[in-house]
């Protein structure tokens, strides 16, 4: 165990009336658990490291007799992108077990809006899954904006969709994560991005992805599961716990990311159960 976990631990035994930290109460709540739904910046890994017992992890899923998934709110990749990373650091898993907003956002707007024109500000890569879906995309009078993580954000991106936003294009996120964890800190994410976009039209975006029920239905479509045998496991409060607990399912606070303690103690989402990290969880299984 690290000095970061060892002082998290110490933390939370302190912390009374919160959820549950003692041993036999983080037993309890992966007791019936099925299905792990792990979050990846900040949860598993760190920019390209490895977070000290996520290897371990998974291992023990497998030897229970359990299942799990990546699910990232980081659009600004793909599945196939991701699934590579994880194999880079020595984690092999099909493309199926990674699952993003991006798709999410692909089959929202499939169902809600099919044939409809979309301004997208994307990545390289998001545009390439969104025209692959069959999306049409358009670069004058768009019948929606979505926006998604950008890396390659530009002014041009910018004034354009907000130009459309206020001629009456509806407004679409991706997610909403304010900040994206990476091993030098923290960098503007999609919902960073899109408050520059509501500051300037006065209009705000419908978010997809996690914490929303969309996301919920999706892993639900795709993994036969059933929502009470669920935990999703992450470093953030208002999306990954978040999408456990106001979606009928758990909500797992990992200490290895954004989310402190401190956070939960304010916070007005209160997860299920805190782990020092998904090693931590490990222990329990």
């Not at 371990?56 to 998934?69: D, I, M, N, P, S």
């Not at 036969?224 to 106001?246: H, M, P, Q």
């Amino acid at each position: 165990m690290n000095g970061k976990e060892t002082a998290s631990r110490q933390t939370a035994e302190k912390m009374p009336g919160r959820p549950a930290l003692c041993a036999e109460d983080k037993a309890k709540a992966v007791k019936d658990v099925k299905l792990f739904v792990l979050d990846m910046d900040g949860t598993f890994y760190l920019g390209d490291r490895l977070i000290e017992g996520s290897l371990e992890f998974l291992q023990r899923v497998k030897e229970t007799g359990r299942r799990f998934v990546f699910f990232t709110n980081n659009s600004s990749r793909i599945p196939s992108v991701y699934q590579q990373k994880l194999a880079r650091m020595g984690c092999n898993v099909e493309q199926r077990e990674v699952i993003t907003s991006g798709e999410v956002t692909i089959a929202y707007l499939r169902t809600h809006y099919p044939g409809k024109r979309v301004y997208l500000v994307g990545t390289p890569l998001l545009t390439e899954s969104f025209r692959e879906a069959g999306i049409c995309l358009v670069e004058e009078a768009p019948d929606l904006v979505v926006v998604g993580f950008d890396m390659t954000l530009t002014y041009e991106k910018l004034e354009r969709a907000c130009t459309f936003i206020r001629n009456g294009a509806v407004f679409l996120a991706t997610h909403l994560d304010i900040n994206c964890p990476t091993e030098d800190g923290f960098i503007p994410d999609c919902g960073a991005m899109c408050a520059l976009i509501t500051k300037s039209t006065g209009v705000e975006p419908r978010y997809l992805g996690k914490p929303f029920a969309e996301t919920v239905e999706m892993v639900l479509e795709l993994t036969g599961s059933r929502r009470e045998e669920i935990a999703f496991v992450g470093d953030r409060l208002y999306t990954d716990v978040a999408t456990g607990v106001k979606n009928g399912a758990k909500g797992f606070l990992v200490l290895t990311g954004e989310a402190t303690l401190a956070d939960v103690e304010t916070g007005e989402v209160q997860p299920t159960c805190i782990y020092d990290s998904l090693f931590d969880i490990s222990r329990y299984l």
